[in-house]
């Protein structure tokens, strides 16, 4: 369609469709694509205006937007935030300096009397963006999130709460009120729409809100448009390109499947769909989804590398594919055995209650990264499944895989989950609680650029805490004294290119008490750590302190401790390769 002169809408949340809309406006002659974004994830915070979707549009449309999130802009630095937290301040959504003066130059704007579609367009052309993003309406609409008994606004729910709590449904607080976007529609009164494409986004709390403004629906709008609405699945193979869809359809007891998303639409807005996209991997749902008639177009639809692009299935010449995804697998050891190193200081009780707050903050970190398809926990610990449970992620146990010892699980592991798909794997400890979702980006990006092997090595520069490696691109597992060598040397025996990556969330294990000293030092600057409430909520941290102090004054040190500063200047650095070895 690149070339001729009819116009592209998309209705789209944020980072899913986001990647969607960029293969559109690179395909389409420039100012041909309208996006209709969803504005009912908005809501103010530090008494600012924050329009979340609206912006990863605006970010990634005009090459912003951090290219390993997804949302958020590049290069970005957190004084600010860092700042206020020092103060007391509410930081649990965060915002970066450089996004803060968006948040600021739209919330002056909305305060002298704008609206937020005008406010909107004007940034979009100040930032340079051929393409139109629209918000879906002018008027307030908020995302409320039900949640057995709780009913929590949507960022709360997304960002706060990490997605945790089982939903049951939503609503969407002053919908009634709100009126469709004038510009969308005279643009569908105009003649000059091609297609109506429907972003692979969250059908409940991105796609919803927009169809359900009041007219959106009627006669000469989206339903009965001459152009054909052609909506791209979200769930490929039972699992989300983005966010907690997934997550949210088992819970509601609907089947995790492009059927299930098909059954929503076809139910909630019949006669809507002319088109549905699904991935090569779900074609046997194609008939199921036919049933409901609706045309099936079967196509690839994730994206496996910067430069390929989807077949024409899509819509004619408007189709590129979606994202970078991988999957990720945690080996748990039984928490009754769990730091045994820790025996001085610890309880055997207390020792487990760490071993799980520990696992429980990698595990919300994972659960939250929106290019994670898939997260598994391998282990036989008897409240394993109820922990992978509480994160959406799968749980084998060690007997099941028939195998035994850390290596021999991890191999047996990861041949299974390489086996049924092409994505890349995490490999990681479940002891790290510094981790931070900007490592398992940094990380997720360094395995992109290398496309072969990269190890997390710890504090000592030893051991190995990670493993990102491509599926043909599988090490042979050496966790163990001296892993990070070894593995380093398996890679280079095999002919994969390997690199060490130095995090400092990725770096600190913890196993002595000199790591436990190290990380207390820190915890208190992160806010829902589980690891931190376990340590500060209680009095344990206060008798662990008092026992660390004591060690120190009798030996003027507690082992291991010494070095450590070494790697302190790598907080928030993007990664540092300490050798690559082809």
């Known amino acids: 369609m690149s070339g001729v002169a009819t116009a592209v809408l998309a209705l789209s949340g944020g980072v899913g469709g986001a990647k969607l809309a960029l293969g559109l406006a690179d395909a389409l002659t420039p100012g041909l694509l309208h996006v209709l974004v969803n504005t009912a994830d908005d809501f103010q915070h530090l008494g600012l205006h ?24 590049e290069g970005e630095s957190w004084h600010v935030m860092d700042a206020l937290q020092r103060l007391g301040g509410d930081t649990w959504f965060r915002l970066g300096d450089r996004d803060l003066a968006t948040h600021l130059r739209r919330t002056g704007l909305l305060s002298g009397g704008a609206g937020l579609i005008e406010v909107t367009d004007l940034l979009r052309r100040q930032l340079g963006i051929a393409s139109h993003v629209h ?21 709360h729910y997304f960002v706060k709460e990490q997605c945790a709590p089982a939903v049951t449904g939503f609503s969407f607080e002053g919908i009634a009120q709100a009126q469709p976007n004038e510009n969308i529609l005279r643009l569908l009164n105009s003649g000059t729409v091609a297609a109506i494409v429907v972003c692979p986004s969250n059908p409940f709390v991105s796609i919803d809100p927009i169809l359900q403004v009041p007219g959106m629906r ?3 709008l989206l339903r009965d448009h001459v152009a054909p609405v052609v909506l791209v699945s979200p769930i490929v193979a039972g699992m989300a390109i983005k966010g907690p869809t997934a997550k949210m359809m088992a819970e509601m007891a609907m089947p995790v499947t492009s059927l299930g998303v098909a059954q929503h639409y076809c139910r909630h807005y019949p006669g809507l769909l002319n088109y549905f996209v699904i991935d090569e991997s779900d074609a046997t749902l194609a008939g199921d989804i036919t049933a409901l008639g609706v045309e099936v177009a079967v196509t690839a639809t994730v994206m496996k590398s910067g430069s390929q692009t989807a077949p024409g299935a899509l819509y004619p010449g408007i189709g590129r594919s979606l994202t970078h995804m991988a999957q990720a697998l945690l080996p748990l050891k039984d928490l009754v055995q769990a730091k045994t190193r820790l025996g001085g200081l610890l309880r055997p009780s207390e020792r487990r209650a760490l071993a799980q707050a520990m696992a429980e903050d990698v595990l919300a970190v994972l659960a939250g990264h929106a290019e994670l398809s898939r997260i598994t926990l391998v ?24 195998c035994s010892g850390l290596n021999n699980l991890m191999q047996c592991a990861s041949e299974r989950l390489t086996a049924s798909s092409n994505e890349p794997l995490l490999v990681l400890h479940c002891d790290l609680p510094l981790l931070a979702h900007d490592d398992i980006s940094a990380v997720l990006a360094a395995q992109r650029e290398l496309d072969g092997l990269v190890i997390g090595c710890d504090r000592q520069g030893t051991g190995t805490n990670l493993l990102a490696f491509a599926a043909g691109a599988m090490p042979r597992f050496c966790f163990g004294p001296d892993s990070c060598a070894a593995h380093a040397a398996s890679a280079d025996s095999a002919g994969i290119r390997a690199r060490i990556l130095q995090r400092l969330g990725i770096m600190v294990d913890v196993d002595e008490p000199a790591d436990l000293a190290y990380v207390m030092d820190r915890l208190p ?29 009798s030996s003027g040190s507690v082992e291991g401790v010494e070095g450590v500063e070494g790697v302190e200047g790598l907080a928030g650095v993007e990664g540092i390769d300490r050798g690559t070895f082809n």
Not at 147 to 155: E, I, N, T, V, Y
Not at 527 to 552: C, D
């Open 135 to 155: 918000p879906m309406s002018d008027a307030p609409v908020r995302t409320i999130v039900h949640c057995h008994g709780r009913d929590l606004p949507f960022q």
């Open 218 to 220: 009627r006669k000469a």
């Open 379 to 402: 282990s036989d610990d008897p409240g394993a499944e109820l922990l992978a449970h509480k994160y959406g992620a799968d749980c084998w146990s060690e007997r099941a895989l028939a």
């Open 50 to 73: 924050i329009s979340p979707d609206i912006d990863t549009l605006l970010y990634t449309l005009s090459g912003n937007a951090n290219a390993a999130q997804g949302w958020g802009l």
């Open 525 to 553: 600057l992160r806010p829902n750590s589980h690891t931190a409430a376990l340590l500060y909520a209680t009095e344990l941290g206060a008798r662990i302190a008092l026992a660390l102090a004591t060690m120190i004054d």
